[in-house]
Nanobody, 123 residues
Framework: RVQLVESGGGSVQAGGSLTLSCIVS????????LAWFRQVPGNEREGVAS????????EYVDSAKGRFTLSQDYSKNTVYLQMTSPNPEDTAMYYC????????????????WGQGTQVTVSS
């Protein structure tokens, strides 16, 4: 059974940096996708960035391009989302999601989620 555990959230000032971690356990596929999403109360879960397992391909939502970076440490079964120059609009609960197929930045494609980690960016 696949389990995802996010960590690294917290409060940060605009222009600072923050790195989120998603530890993956129980994933036995050699392909698939791990993706970061975020959600503000009352809004839909928005895709931020995705990482193709096996391919290493990455995709970012336009608002994250040039500011957020995905990386992975296979020895630790962890995918990271480095957030640089965050702004208050990045304030949200950030979730890690996984699926066995192709990466999409749409939450409806994902059926496995972590519990989330809160990111708050102050101006």
């Amino acid at each position: 059974r696949v389990q995802l555990v996010e960590s690294g959230g917290g409060s940060v000032q605009a222009g600072g940096s923050l790195t989120l971690s998603c530890i993956v356990s129980g994933y036995t596929y050699t392909t698939g996708c791990l993706a970061w999403f975020r959600q503000v109360p009352g809004n839909e879960r928005e895709g931020v960035a995705s990482f193709g397992i096996g391919t290493g391909s990455t995709e970012y939502v336009d608002s994250a391009k040039g500011r957020f970076t995905l990386s992975q440490d296979y020895s630790k079964n962890t995918v990271y989302l480095q957030m640089t120059s965050p702004n208050p609009e990045d304030t949200a609960m950030y979730y890690c999601g996984s699926r066995a197929g192709t990466c999409y930045l749409a939450s409806s494609w994902y059926n496995i989620w972590g519990q989330g980690t809160q990111v708050t960016v102050s101006s």
